[in-house]
């Protein structure tokens, strides 16, 4: 059993008990870690605090402000995090994009919307793993959720494609920088899930059901199933994997 006791990581993104973050939190709360937690506004905090009683570990778990869009504020977070001690890895599970923009024709983004997406779900890996490797550990470990929709045109997922395209390059490029100071980066591709954000894409059903029909294992997967694999990308466990873009959807990806 996974034993990851004096080990702390930060999460990002957990929204509800749908959030993949929150599968991520529960195994490693399972293994004994520590989970601090980033939020963006109070109503974000407040469905926070009715989740901590679920944590056997971390019930009592750290909620530290850091709105992805404010530069001054994820630095803020870092630094507040780093003053009770180094952190071992940072889980990174934000994404959005408006929802008109998840519908209909990708050609039809607004500027606008083009750049909230690619702000939000790919830029905020980049700032949030360049503070978090200021106060991380030695071997410490960056992940990410990416989604197959960046690798192949999805329907609907239009400009979250694009967005997770440009966060799969980020983490490449994260890897190579970070890869001195001892710190791995990686990605994670998870099947679709209805998460939050995912009830944005139009369609979600019809996908869904696809990937119980066609994926090798029959199947969709949960959070936890990401979570697992999360937990290995994030400890020593995989110690010599960097860079890397592992694929969590029951196999869909190799059939598609």
């Known amino acids: 059993m996974l ?39 109070d109503r ?17 778990a750290k909620l530290i402000q850091c709105d992805v869009e404010d530069d ?9 995090i780093g003053q009770s001690g ?41 700032i949030a793993a360049r503070e978090a490797s200021k106060i991380m550990a030695d071997n410490g470990s960056i992940v990410t959720t990416t989604y ?25 490029y994260l890897a190579l920088d970070l890869g001195a100071q001892g710190i791995r980066v990686n990605a994670i591709s998870a099947g679709p899930i209805r998460t939050l954000s995912a009830k944005g894409v139009g369609g979600l059903n019809t996908i869904l059901h696809e990937v119980e029909e066609r994926a090798p294992l029959k199947r969709n997967v949960d959070i936890k199933d990401v979570g697992r694999t999360a937990a290995y990308l994030l400890t020593d466990l995989s ?18």
């Open 86 to 126: 180094q952190i071992n890895g940072l889980y990174h599970s934000i994404a959005f994009a408006d929802a008109e923009d998840l519908r209909g024709r990708f050609s039809d983004t607004s500027r606008e919307g083009f750049l909230k997406a690619h702000s939000i779900s790919s830029y905020s890996l980049v």
């Open 148 to 172: 197959l929709g960046g690798e192949i045109a999805v329907q609907n997922y239009n400009v979250m494609g694009a967005a997770k395209a440009s966060l799969e390059s980020s983490v490449r």
């Open 3 to 41: 034993n990851l006791e004096n080990q702390r990581f930060v999460i990002m993104g957990v929204a509800n008990k749908r959030s993949i973050g929150y599968g991520v939190a529960q195994v490693l709360d399972e293994a004994g870690a520590e989970v601090i937690f980033t939020y963006r506004k």
């Open 239 to 256: 110690s010599g994997v960097t860079g890397e873009n592992i694929h969590v959807d029951a196999g869909y990806h190799i059939v598609r």
């Open 72 to 80: 001054a504020a994820v630095v803020k977070a870092f630094e507040e």
């Open 44 to 60: 974000s905090k407040d469905a926070l605090v009715k989740l901590l009683p679920d944590f056997k570990n971390n019930s009592q």
